[in-house]
């Protein structure tokens, strides 16, 4: 049997596993409901038997996951699962590793997803992307050289919560006026009373009001992405998140925005692209995580 390594991606109402080989390949997978209460205990407990019954023999090398919050630099503890309950510095890896026996690394979910992005979606061709998650929130991955780039402490590739306009509205993060408070599912809210997909659906049928909307969206959009350009030099920015069905509507605008604000030698060859992998890419970009995390460990 080829090697493997299992990745999950855990949620607040789904447990989602898969067992890949080291090109990619998804040789098996599951899902399981996310206990109720999701207290560390429990969540733990379940995906501590769904390892079991995805692999009974435990041939799996690694167990990789994203958790919905920040992580240590190390991998092995989750600091804050957001929409989880009681969840604080939580030891993880240790936990997950003395119940299955299996080495385990954790990172951010938007950062799996990022990584699963750059294996096998949208940015497999190029070896530094950003990965910008339009929903609730924007959350962000930074991949440079083909690895994740999460700082000195694990919290670095919030590019949602970069400051967009220092007058502009609250902000969870403690940041007034960040990308996320004009770029999320909830700015959208705020700003027009509409979800997202049925402000689209008035901009498809020639609604004047909806279509300026979304340029102006595309624009903000675009502003915010060319302080990181500047800062990142990526080959690709990917976007992913459910604001991203509405991109026919808004990508020219962004597109154009980052040609006006960045100088041409910041942006050589960089493309912006749509994720490709939808609500897989975390469950696969965890597995990346761990074949990285086993080469890292072989030196």
């Not at 997978?29 to 407990?45: K, Y």
């Not at 220092?166 to 999320?184: F, H, I, V």
Request: charged letters at 15%; proline letters at 6%; glycine letters at 14%.
């Amino acid at each position: 049997m080829q090697p493997s390594v299992i990745g999950i991606d855990l949620g607040g109402t789904a447990i989602k596993l898969g067992q890949f080989t080291p090109h990619g390949t998804c040789l098996q997978q599951l899902q399981v409901a996310t206990p109720q209460p999701a207290t560390p205990e429990a969540v733990l407990a379940a995906i501590a038997a769904a390892v079991r019954e995805l692999d009974p023999h435990a041939k799996s090398l690694a167990l990789g996951l994203g958790t919905p919050g920040p992580t240590d630099a190390g991998g092995r503890i989750a600091r804050v699962a957001i929409n989880l309950q009681g969840w604080h510095d939580v030891p993880v890896a240790d936990v997950l590793e003395h119940k299955t026996g299996q080495a385990t690394i954790l990172a951010n979910d938007a950062n799996c997803a990022g990584l699963g992005e750059a294996w096998l979606g949208a940015g497999r061709e190029v070896e530094n992307l950003i990965l910008l998650t339009l929903g609730t929130g924007v959350g962000g991955a930074i991949i440079l050289d083909g690895r994740l780039f999460v700082g000195r402490t694990g919290a670095a590739g919030e590019l949602g919560l970069i400051t967009l306009n220092p007058q502009g509205p609250p902000c969870n993060s403690g940041n007034p006026g960040s990308l996320e408070q004009y770029a999320s599912v909830q700015a959208i809210r705020r700003e027009t009373g509409l979800e997202p997909h049925l402000l689209a659906a008035q901009a498809q049928s020639g609604d004047e009001g909806a279509i300026a909307y979304w340029q102006q969206y595309g624009q903000r959009l675009g502003a915010g992405l060319a302080s990181l350009v500047y800062v990142l030099t990526p080959e690709m920015i990917v976007l992913g998140g459910g604001i991203a069905a509405a991109a026919p509507l808004f990508l020219g605008a962004t597109e154009a925005e980052l040609r006006r604000r960045v100088l041409p030698s910041s942006r050589e060859g960089l493309s912006l692209r749509l994720a490709e992998l939808g609500n897989r890419a975390g469950m696969v970009g965890a597995a990346q995580l761990a074949w990285q995390f086993l080469a890292a460990k072989r030196g």
